[in-house]
């Protein structure tokens, strides 16, 4: 199949999104052996840095935080319950929504992940000073996109 000429517009490799997805691929895979050795996944690793900020907050609330959906959470909420990491608690305000606290266990890993962020300010081959502002240009993008979504 012959490759038309397009405009840059449409090309590939010039889409932000495609910047953004495949960068957001790749911090995963990178994540990987990081966290097997903890034996987490990274949703899993996501849930504990939420929780490990603030313990006992509600599955709608690490939700909100991690922007997906309570749903897509459950499962990695009953796994980290079923290692012994977090505990569901329904609350006693309001019996439909469940709290989430670490256990001594699970306070524990977050010296054991210590580490993990160095690794990949290390790999970025980055200064701090750089990936801290990336990290804020990211942010204002997101930022600016929500408010945008209808």
Do not use: H, N
Not at 10 to 39: I, N, R, V
């Amino acid at each position: 199949m012959a490759s038309q000429e397009i405009g840059s517009e449409l090309k590939l490799d010039d889409q932000l999104c495609f910047t953004l997805y495949s960068t957001s691929l790749l911090m995963t895979k990178f994540y990987k052996p990081l966290l097997k050795g903890l034996g987490l996944t990274y949703p899993q690793y996501l849930v504990l840095l939420a929780l490990w900020q603030e313990d006992g907050q509600s599955a709608g609330a690490i939700s909100r935080r991690l922007m997906t959906d309570t749903g897509s959470l459950t499962p990695v909420f009953k796994r980290l319950e079923a290692d012994g990491l977090l505990q569901r608690v329904r609350s006693r305000r309001d019996e439909r929504v469940v709290e989430l606290f670490l256990t001594d266990r699970g306070r524990a890993m977050q010296a054991q992940a210590q580490e993990i962020p160095d690794c990949v300010v290390m790999a970025s081959g980055q200064p701090p000073e750089e990936i801290a502002e990336l990290k804020s240009r990211l942010e204002t993008l997101r930022e600016r996109l929500k408010e945008a979504m209808p």
